[in-house]
């Protein structure tokens, strides 16, 4: 069964705006973590922004935010202030604590473009 | 952040030979690292888990003769490909966990990957 849904391919943001890169999730597990890394065309896997389970805030990173929503089992990424920079691949991800093993498993990724 | 160091970042060798694949974490001890591989504009898919001073744990599909994967020090994991063949081509990335407050919160910090080309 799929644990991570990233359903969006494709996306496109103008430089300067904002944009939300979407995940939902599936888990039993009451404790887990959710994490979003970026991967430019050069091949590295960035770490962005870690939410666990029982935070009771959404993380924020700089001008990364997750959008936690518990009930949907959502983790959105949203970038603010996008930058020609942030062209890359962004991946959503969840270790399961208890039941996982400490494996972290990946969505299948949206590729975001940014426009000057 | 943490650093994990990966080399070579890119190796083209011939069919039939070995291939040595290091991941080191640079600033911190990693008791638990992950290989994972990676085909074009897919997401990764995890091999093995790595576990310092025992064998590593392969999934499900994952030759353990054909990648092995040695964990000799805290800092050093290496994955080998032996006899390597065409349909190994491919990016390999490695992880490395890096404990923080509690199980839960441990970040996973990735190598820079390594592209294999077999020919």
């Known amino acids: 069964a799929q644990k991570i849904t990233q359903t969006q391919p494709g996306m496109f943001v103008q430089e300067k705006e904002a944009v939300t890169l979407d995940c939902t999730y599936d888990?039993?597990?009451?404790?887990?973590?959710l994490f979003w890394y970026k991967q430019p065309s050069s091949g590295e896997m960035i770490f962005l922004i870690y939410?666990?389970?029982?935070?009771?805030q959404n993380a924020t990173e700089g001008r990364y935010s997750l959008n936690f929503q518990k009930a949907r089992k959502s983790a959105n990424l949203v970038i603010s202030a996008s930058q020609l920079g942030d062209s890359a691949m962004y991946f959503c991800a969840m270790r399961e604590a208890n039941t996982g093993g400490f494996k972290t498993i990946f969505g299948a990724g949206t590729r975001l473009f940014v426009k000057a | 952040g943490a650093v994990v160091s990966q080399h070579p970042s890119w190796v083209i060798c011939k069919s039939g030979t070995s291939v040595k694949i290091e991941c080191r974490s640079l600033?911190?001890?990693?008791?638990?690292m992950f290989w994972y591989r990676q085909f074009p504009k897919q997401s990764l898919m995890l091999m093995a888990t790595?576990?310092?001073?025992?064998?590593?744990?392969?999934e499900q599909g994952v030759e353990k003769d054909k990648f092995l994967i040695n964990h000799a020090s805290l800092t050093l994991s290496t994955l080998t490909v032996t006899s390597a063949h065409p349909e190994d081509s491919s990016f390999y990335i490695c992880s490395a966990r890096d404990l923080g407050q509690g199980s839960q919160r441990d970040i996973q910090y990735f190598g820079a990957g390594t592209r294999l080309s077999v020919l």
């Open positions: 939410q666990g389970s029982y935070d009771q």
């Open positions: 600033d911190f001890q990693a008791t638990t």
């Open positions: 888990t039993s597990d009451p404790s887990y973590g």
């Open positions: 790595s576990n310092e001073g025992s064998k590593a744990t392969y």
